[in-house]
């Protein structure tokens, strides 16, 4: 059973902190499945940002479990666990019948399948420590993938200038967070939970100080605010949604090509939303 450790109240600090930043970043979302709700439609939004949160969430859960010293990575864990939930059910409520279905698909073969072959592989065929060293490996595997995402996001800044689709704030965040689990796996001396934040930390940096250097330019698509507002939209849903609505209201190749280099000569360098949403996860240890 975890316990807090007595003997290092620093430990216990910047845990606790990294609750509390992990935490706010868990409810970054929020915006998001409000206008979910209200518009009874996911849009563009996909479901991948959440279903990855919740497996990672309950890989470093079961890791934690298997600790005596991580209570606090428990408590973080379950809450982002149960979050996650909340945001898929929304989604599947909402959501077309397609992408209700591959929701559904990512949930029986990541979070069902992938974690119940961990649990059972490690179960069966590693005991007593190296149990513990194996699941931390996957932990630091499945985290510094996650940690990844930003990568195209940063090319996306750089190539337009533009720092639309990475704020600050969730830099920020991100970055705060990253340190915060970082001092707790070294003070903790556990190098699972360390090695993941110390790339979280570089691509956080690395962020800001792309934000630094691009926010006082201008917006490499400026006709984009004068669009109409279906226009706005079309050009930040995935290529699924964009197939839906071009089968709604057909045109020909030749004029959608022209119509699409005089409104959006960029198009091809904004992130969908996948992208963006990933973004938001990459705190949660």
């Known amino acids: 059973m975890a316990s807090f450790s007595i003997h290092c ?8 902190l990294g609750n509390f930043v992990s935490f706010v970043v868990f409810l970054a979302p929020i915006p998001t499945f409000l206008r979910i709700c209200r518009k009874k439609t996911t849009e563009g939004f996909q479901s991948l940002p959440y279903v990855v949160a919740l497996f990672s ?8 479990s298997l600790k005596s010293d991580a209570l606090l990575l428990i408590t973080i864990n379950s809450v982002g666990c149960f979050i996650e939930m909340i945001y898929i059910a929304l989604y599947v409520a909402y959501a077309p019948k397609q992408a209700r279905i591959a929701t559904l698909r990512m949930l029986i073969l990541f979070n069902f399948g992938g974690f119940c072959a961990i649990l059972l592989l490690s179960h069966f065929f590693v005991k007593g420590s190296n149990r513990v060293k194996v699941l931390g490996w996957v932990c630091v595997i499945v985290s510094v993938s996650v940690f990844a995402a930003p990568l195209s996001i940063m090319r996306i800044v750089i190539r337009t200038k533009s720092v639309e689709f990475m704020p600050f704030t969730l830099s920020f965040f991100l970055t ?10 070294v003070l903790l001396k556990d190098f699972y939970i360390a090695i993941p934040n110390i790339v979280g930390f570089i691509f956080g940096v690395l962020q800001m100080v ?9 917006t490499a698509v400026p006709m984009e605010s004068q669009l109409p507002q279906h226009s706005i939209d079309i050009a930040k849903l995935s290529p699924v949604s964009c ?4 089968a709604v209201c057909p045109q020909s190749n030749e004029e959608d090509d022209h119509t699409e280099n005089i409104k959006d000569p960029s198009n091809q360098e904004q992130p969908n939303r996948c992208e963006v949403d990933l973004r938001i996860y990459l705190a949660s240890t």
């Open 243 to 246: 197939e839906m609505k071009s």
């Open 57 to 64: 969430a309950m890989i470093w859960l079961y890791y934690a």
């Open 176 to 185: 705060l967070s990253a340190i915060t689990w970082l001092v707790y796996g």
């Open 9 to 16: 109240p620093w430990i216990f600090t910047f845990g606790l």
């Open 210 to 218: 792309l934000y630094v250097i691009y926010k006082n330019f201008k």
